[in-house]
């Protein structure tokens, strides 16, 4: 018993021993954090990480600790050095070893920077803009607003839930571009609402935390504590990767090229990794976009989008739609459609990092959501969805560089352009035809939280009522 005790003294004095002299333990941050990780992990497990992260910098500023061995950030000097320092900054985390898809590393899931810039140069010239704005896409892609433009008549004077059309609108889009003349309808098609549902409807997050801070248990866990398993969506995506027969512009006319060196099963991870992405992206920014236009405070800035479209010839570019662009960026300002943090692990031999020293492998992170509302001088008021603060050439440098929706550097979103592409087109297509406002039996919430946001948790959704001008 006696053992026992000396060995439990000696392993608490270790611990404090090892809070007091670890250098993190000088990074500003609650005194809890110098010796556990234990409340960033609940925060992960009970999906408040972004608001708790978020409510330590307010407190703090812009260097936090998180636990002993995490520190979060959110100068623009720091997401230099974490995220784009030699290119492509930092190595990942394991954590991004939960996203694996088929049980197949892609190029989001992969940690090493070498490794990720070689696929990634698989895939620059498919979402370079100069593939995006091509007939065949930029038709695709207009057919399908078309169809969620029906969807919004056939409503009338009803309410119209766009949380589930603008999931069915992105993931009929992101197909498309990958797999033409395959892809998915999910606006039109019942089966193919039904991968839409799967691939969205889902809360594994926690699940996959589970497996990666426990992983020697995980063999053992219950068959609730796996994530959900994506039957039709496994098997669609296989189907589109085994066609012979696809666009010349598509992603998997480029995957599968021999030069490629890439087998089909990791083509196939590949295409089911970018169908998520491109829910979140556009699915998720458009809802909360459409949300904000749509709020009684908020009807002047809806109102000059619409003057905008009514105004522009018939035959202007996305690019010549000013305000467009603005209220795009301020909703991806205000919600990113991922708000978690992006964790990093600090090289060999440590880094200097905001003035502080932070030791090799230190996980370090920065998250979109806390940095667009760091900097005050930057953004004003930026608790305020306020589209117009990007129409002033004063300080328009400034603010693009604090921009971080798509994170930087070299493992920066990969389909950012098809993104940017897809939420105007269906904006211009709705704002030109109709005026938003909130419908009276929206009784759900759009509240930002840490998880992947099309994960749709029970009571989620965004009731509009579309009325034609």
């Excluded at 105004?311 to 301020?330: G, Q, T």
């Excluded at 030109?432 to 909130?438: A, D, E, G, I, Q």
């Amino acid at each position: 018993m006696l053992s026992l005790w000396v060995g439990a003294i000696l392993l608490v004095g270790y611990i404090v021993a090892q809070g007091i002299l670890s250098p993190v333990s000088k990074v500003p941050g609650p005194w809890y954090t110098r010796f556990t990780s234990f409340w960033i992990k609940y925060q992960e497990f009970t999906a408040n990480r972004r608001e708790s992260v978020h409510r330590l910098h307010q407190l703090y500023g812009p260097v936090v600790r998180l636990g002993p061995n995490e520190v979060s950030f959110t100068s623009l000097d720091a997401i230099r050095e974490i995220y784009a320092s030699g290119g492509s900054g930092y190595d990942k985390t394991e954590f991004y070893s939960l996203f694996k898809q088929l049980k197949t590393k892609t190029m989001f899931s992969t940690l090493c920077k070498e490794e990720h810039s070689k696929r990634k140069r698989l895939f620059a010239e498919r979402y370079a803009m100069t593939n995006v704005m091509k007939a065949e896409p930029l038709a695709a892609i207009n057919e399908r607003a078309m169809s969620f433009v029906s969807k919004c008549l056939e409503a009338g004077k009803q309410s119209v839930d766009v949380y589930v059309l603008l999931h069915c609108y992105a993931v009929d889009c992101v197909t498309h571009f990958m797999f033409s003349p395959g892809g998915l309808k999910s606006l039109n098609v019942e089966k193919d609402f039904e991968i839409m549902q799967e691939l969205t409807y889902h809360q594994s997050l926690q699940k996959s935390l589970l497996a990666y801070y426990l992983p020697s248990w995980e063999p053992y866990f219950p068959s609730f504590l796996h994530p959900r398993s994506a039957p039709k969506t496994n098997q669609f995506v296989l189907d589109m990767t085994a066609q012979n027969q696809v666009k010349e512009y598509t992603l998997l006319e480029k995957l599968k090229r021999k030069e490629s060196g890439l087998e089909l099963i990791q083509v196939a991870a590949e295409c089911k990794d970018h169908m998520a992405a491109g829910i979140d992206t556009t699915g998720d920014g458009l809802c909360f976009l459409m949300w904000e236009l749509s709020q009684p405070h908020n009807m002047e800035f809806q109102s000059k989008l619409q003057d905008e479209l009514k105004n522009a010839p018939p035959d202007s570019s996305l690019d010549s739609l000013v305000y467009l662009d603005a209220v795009i960026k301020e909703a991806l300002r205000c919600s990113p459609p991922i708000p978690m943090s992006l964790p990093r692990y600090v090289p060999a031999g440590g880094r200097s990092i905001d003035g502080y020293f932070i030791p090799e492998h230190t996980i370090v992170s920065c998250q979109p959501y806390t940095v667009h509302r760091s900097c005050e001088e930057v953004f004003p008021e930026p608790d305020k969805f306020y589209p117009d603060r990007w129409l002033d050439d004063k300080g328009a440098a400034e603010r693009n560089r604090h921009f971080f929706a798509f994170a930087t550097g070299g493992r920066g979103c990969t389909g950012k352009n098809l993104a940017l592409v897809e939420m105007k087109i269906l904006l211009r297509e709705v704002y030109s035809r109709f005026t938003t406002t909130v419908a009276p039996d929206m009784n759900g919430s759009m509240k930002l939280d840490d998880q992947i946001i099309s994960a749709r948790p029970k009571g989620q959704t965004c009731k509009l009522i579309f009325t034609e001008v």
